[in-house]
């Protein structure tokens, strides 16, 4: 009897092991993971690739005679302010751009250490969801520190967009002042466009952050969807509150639609403009479109050039419509005063109120920008006046998109206000519990 050992159980850790390995047991693993387990991956699996990939993109586009070979004496002239690091170069801050300036090289980097932590995200989501098909980790905890790191990592996402389109602002002022010093000789100014951006790993990572976010919210959505009457729900919300969440939809898809047209500053050495024979009468050519989301994010690019004389050829680049951005946190205002007015959370004739100002505000800053535009149109037109020149056609203008908006409020006020002021049912009934 004493020679009689008991059998040892097998650890934890050996048996998921084992069951991984066994056969069957990947598909197992594809199981406990599910649909959004498996986004989650391939999402970090595509940011982390994202980084082997340019993130940042610079370059000159110049059709004006002072950039040709002749006169610059440099056949890759252009090529010298082009450039596409990769994402581990922005992290490390190892990218550096030499360009030529008036009085020497410039030497400028960029850096956005920041991204290091989208990289880190990157690798938790590959690490985690398959922890938690292993039973490693508690489920719930889990899958909300999952959509924490997605959200943290989609507003780094967004704030480097921001930062690599206001990137190389010294090689940018020096490129101006070499560019107007040689074309000195002819008497006016050279007209050009140096852009930076984002390049295709941002896209990616972007794309493949929001995938793996909007995986978890319609996770969450459906979860809630399942606890929430949508006939309580649309009767709750009355016509006020459907009218300021159609309104608010309306007005976030909107701002995607062309709201700015300027002049096309790369359409040949006039920058979208055209001088007759007789050097008087300047037509305005060829235009540019611009969505409101870019035209707020990226303000006022095209140079006022006129007669020898450029006023902005040193800043190409004008922040003046950063007002937009209040445009579309309005929409989503309309659409969380909906939300809140479904869900019984709150009173319809405050809901009603908000909505109105709300509206009011969305109207009001649409107006202010379409005042911006027409006092752009009028100084671009004095310019060209002092120069003795007399300029035909729309240099700046809003386009299709923004009359859809101005609209959208508009009929989105005269509505909540009108049943705000006659105590129309959806402003005084009681809200139905869900």
Request: overall charge positive; glycine content about 10%; charged content about 10%.
């Amino acid at each position: 009897m004493s020679n009689i050992k008991p059998q040892q159980p097998a650890a934890p850790a050996q048996a998921s092991v084992q069951a991984a390995a066994a056969p069957g047991g990947s598909n197992r693993l594809l199981k406990s993971l599910g649909l959004p387990g498996l986004l989650w991956m391939l999402a970090g699996l595509l940011v982390c690739g994202s980084f082997f990939l340019p993130w940042f993109s610079s370059s000159l586009v110049c059709n004006d005679p002072v950039c040709s070979p002749t006169t610059i004496k440099d056949a890759h002239f252009l090529s010298h302010y082009a450039a596409a690091p990769t994402g581990f170069s922005i992290a490390s801050g190892t990218f550096a751009l030499d360009t030529k300036g008036p009085i020497g090289p410039i030497h400028e980097g960029f850096s956005f250490l920041l991204l290091w932590l989208v990289f880190l995200a990157g690798l938790l989501l590959i690490a985690l969801p398959l922890l938690l098909a292993l039973r490693k980790m508690d489920a719930q905890r889990t899958r909300v520190f999952l959509l924490a790191l997605g959200l943290l990592a989609l507003i780094i996402e967004v704030g480097y967009g921001v930062s690599a389109a206001l990137a190389l602002s010294q090689t940018k002022t020096g490129l101006a002042a070499l560019l107007n010093g040689l074309a000195l000789s002819s008497k006016r100014e050279a007209v050009f466009a140096f852009s930076t951006g984002p390049a295709g790993g941002f896209w990616l990572a972007l794309v493949a952050t929001l995938v793996a976010v909007g995986a978890r919210v319609y996770a969450l959505a459906s979860a809630a969807g399942r606890s929430l009457d949508a006939g309580i729900f649309w009767r709750n919300l009355g016509l006020a509150g459907q009218a300021a969440l159609v309104a608010g939809l309306a007005l976030v898809v909107a701002f995607f639609l062309p709201w700015f047209s300027t002049p096309d500053p790369t359409a040949g050495p006039g920058g979208g403009y055209t001088l007759a024979t007789n050097k008087q009468v300047v037509t305005v050519a060829q235009t540019a479109t611009a969505s409101g989301w870019n035209t707020a994010a990226n303000g006022l690019q095209t140079p006022l050039f006129a007669g020898g004389q450029c006023s902005a050829c040193l800043s190409p680049h004008i922040s003046i419509f950063l007002a937009l951005w209040l445009v579309p946190l309005a929409a989503l205002g309309l659409v969380a005063i909906a939300w809140l007015l479904g869900r019984g959370r709150l009173w319809r004739r405050m809901a009603a109120i908000l909505a109105c100002v709300t509206c009011l505000v969305a109207l009001a800053l649409e107006t202010f920008f379409l005042l911006e535009v027409q006092s752009l149109q009028s100084y671009d037109q004095q310019v060209f006046q002092s120069a003795g020149q007399q300029l035909t056609g729309t240099a700046y203008s809003v386009t299709w998109g923004f009359w859809v908006a101005l609209a959208v409020s508009g009929v989105a006020l005269l509505l909540s206000g009108f049943l705000l002021l006659q105590r129309h049912k959806s402003v005084t009934g009681m809200p139905a519990i869900p």
